[in-house]
């Protein structure tokens, strides 16, 4: 139902204040939802019985906040009472805490339970996302562009619709989401074959204090075929207005068994008394890039694998403009250059340009961060971070979590509070949970999921769980008991839900009289996973037979993807 349900609900119930025409416009200004409702009225929320085939997503919980304090849909799942009383929503994230576990360990969970009743299963994003996926669809507004605004790429990105020579600061000026929003996770780095950490390797270093070292540069490196592989013959910088502050040709440390002509454009004669070595080429490279610079290119891991240089603020445009097909496909520079920014690149016939391909890697990064994230998935639909739309309807908004998160997330006028610890999480949200002011909270407890990856990461500790687990479901086929595996219980784990059921009281005892709390837990034990994906795509040595790691695996992501909501209002 549209939001214009929400406001005539309100005028209907104060029409009766209408009627008196002597009220100056002042007193109405001041006049209270408890006048029309009464002084003992209370809001409330109650689940909808849910139909057999429905699934509530996080869009969908999501929703309750836009339609509790802005201008959004009314939700279809829950039925909230006396709306208007509401004078703040708390969003708590509890991250691996899915409905098997709850399910297995409730007793524990009394607080709660009696903060938030029973709670309702939400089918979580499809399984292995990266660790912002979750927090994405509840940060982020799916809307609607208006018609005129419905193909940026060729409206605001057209070079006739840009200034003559705008300044770097202009081109990355009135942002919908920060330029690190687009940068690749500690995962996606993984994932995309990145080095993070390998000898042999340098990194690039803090800027010097007082500098301003350079925002945004994009990078692209050819290469040639020598005895030991793949090694560098070309290194190319541009800035983000597509100037060149460095390309050098680089002579191979081995001898060349390949120019690669074809897709590297260099031939004998080019490399003839080139004497710029590797080591040269990494000193200039980390004079320019420092480890606050963002650097964009595509497909990035093989340039810098090229120059056996790690850097992690990445922006990688294979990887921001995803391919329609299976995840592991990625679309050609050519193809998205040709698609979004109308040109035709790599066509010379003699090889690919490194200065021609940096610059249509820095054009399309541009684009995609001057109109969102969803620019190139569709016309119809844009995102807004939830924090900035409750802004523009007058809310005053608080989020409190990991800096990374806070600095993704946070809008302009946001209180903005980076924390390490659900410790310092719970002190910050209990404080904001009492300030009259702030409207809405984001706060994240992250020691469960903390827990869960650091079991994963334990060799012997995950070996012994695994063959409890392929234990647990030998025992259920035979006895045919379809429950699954099932947690067990460590005194390590009972002290951490018991700390969290804890720290939910607190924060709940902390609420105004109507205020809501909803509690959303994201997927579930998504490390372990993790960890059994490679175990069986990659040669590791173990005891347990693959067939019965693959069956435990097939379980634990079943379980992963039911997370949880829970939605209650301080009485």
């Known amino acids: 139902m549209p939001s214009s349900h929400s406001k005539r609900e309100e005028e209907e119930a104060i029409a009766p204040e209408e009627d008196d025409s002597n009220r100056d416009e002042a007193n109405a200004k001041t006049s209270n939802f408890y006048d029309v409702y009464g002084p003992q009225a209370k809001a409330g929320v109650e689940f909808k019985t849910p139909e057999a085939s429905s699934t509530l997503n996080f869009e969908e919980v999501q929703q309750l906040v836009t339609w509790v304090l802005a201008d959004g849909f009314m939700p279809s799942w829950v039925f909230v009472k006396n709306k208007p009383l509401i004078p703040k929503v708390v969003m708590l994230y509890v991250p691996g805490l899915d409905a098997a576990l709850y399910l297995s360990q409730h007793r524990l969970f009394k607080g709660l339970e009696k903060c938030c ?9 499809r399984y292995m996302p990266h660790e912002n996926q979750t927090i994405d669809a509840l940060l982020t507004c799916k809307l609607k562009r208006k018609r005129e605004e419905s193909d940026p790429a060729r409206t605001k990105s057209n070079p006739e619709n840009q200034q003559d020579d705008p300044s770097p600061g202009e081109l990355v000026k009135d942002l919908p989401f920060p330029i690190t929003f687009y940068t690749l996770t500690t995962k996606q ?22 500098s301003s070292p350079n925002e945004m540069l994009a990078l692209d490196c050819e290469m040639c075929i020598t005895e030991e592989g793949f090694e560098l013959t070309r290194a190319t910088l541009v800035t983000i207005k597509g100037e060149v502050i460095l390309d050098k040709l680089v002579k191979p440390t081995n001898a060349i068994k390949d120019y690669n002509t074809r897709y590297s454009g260099i031939t004998p004669e080019l490399l003839d008394g080139v004497t710029t070595s590797l080591k040269d080429i990494q000193e200039d490279f980390l004079k320019l890039v420092y480890k606050e610079t963002v650097l964009v290119g595509h497909s990035l891991e093989n340039d810098l694998l090229a120059l056996k240089i790690t850097h992690n603020l990445v922006i990688d445009t294979a990887v921001l403009y995803q391919h329609p097909g299976p ?62 739309v409750l802004s523009d309807n007058g809310k005053t908004t608080s989020i409190i979590d990991d800096v990374a998160i806070v600095k993704r997330y946070a809008s302009e006028s946001s209180h903005a509070f980076p924390v390490a610890s659900d410790e310092e999480a719970l002190s910050k949200a209990v404080k904001e949970a009492r300030n009259e002011k702030v409207h809405f909270v984001w706060t994240q407890f992250s020691e469960l999921h903390r827990f869960l990856k650091n079991q994963a990461e334990d060799a012997e500790k995950l070996n012994a769980r695994l063959a409890q687990m392929i234990s647990m479901l030998t025992c259920h086929k035979k006895s045919g008991d379809k429950k699954g595996i099932r947690w067990s219980l460590t005194s390590e784990l009972k002290g ?61 992501k079943a379980q992963a993807e039911v997370a949880l909501c829970f939605v209650g209002v301080k009485s």
């Not at 997927?523 to 005891?543: C, F, Q, W, Y």
């Open 327 to 388: 995840r592991s496909y990625k679309a050609a520079l050519r193809v998205l250059a040709k698609r979004y920014l109308k040109k035709e690149i790599q066509q010379s016939g003699n090889g690919h340009d490194s200065t021609e391909d940096a610059r249509a890697a820095m054009e399309l990064a541009l684009l995609k961060i001057r109109h969102g994230p969803d620019f190139g998935t569709g016309p119809s639909v844009f995102r807004k971070k939830l924090l900035k």
């Open 117 to 125: 009743g029973k709670p309702r299963p939400v089918l979580a994003l």
């Open 189 to 210: 780095l993984e994932d995309n074959n990145y080095v993070l950490n390998q000898p042999g390797f340098l990194s690039t270093l803090p800027a010097p204090s007082g």
């Open 496 to 556: 951490i839900l018991i700390c969290l059921d804890t720290s939910i009281r607190s924060l709940y005892a902390a609420l105004p009289t109507n205020a809501m709390l909803i509690i959303c837990t994201g997927h579930g034990d998504i490390a372990t996973v993790d960890r059994l994906n490679k175990m069986l795509s990659e040669p590791v040595e173990t005891t347990m037979c693959r067939d019965s790691i693959v069956k435990v695996l097939a379980e634990l």
